[in-house]
């Protein structure tokens, strides 16, 4: 998905702050994760631009918020999937601790 698909959408500052905020955001999480496979940059990508677009929808333009609320979301995305393989990489007695 890509962000420029939607710049008609929006007045041109507030297509600005929400590029800002994904360069701004991939740049922070580019850091944190050196090593990902091109599925991984692809899949975060796309999350990242989901997140701000559907937040921008929602009136929110501030850069710094719509990256805080990006990389929240990214992370919240990749724990749910974490959090549905735990029971299947633990073992039974520790889950039933």
């Not at 701004?24 to 989901?50: E, I, S």
């Amino acid at each position: 998905m890509r962000l420029q698909q939607y710049s008609s959408f929006f007045r041109p500052e507030e297509f600005e702050a929400m590029t800002a905020a994904y360069d701004a955001a991939w740049q922070q999480l580019q850091t944190n994760r050196r090593t990902l496979t091109a599925d991984q940059v692809r899949v975060l990508k796309k999350n990242l631009a989901q997140i701000i677009l559907a937040s921008a929808c929602t009136g929110k333009r501030d850069v710094e918020r719509l990256k805080e609320i990006a990389l929240l979301g990214v992370s919240s995305r990749l724990l749910h999937k974490l959090g549905m393989l735990l029971p299947q990489l633990l073992p039974g007695a520790l889950l039933a601790a």
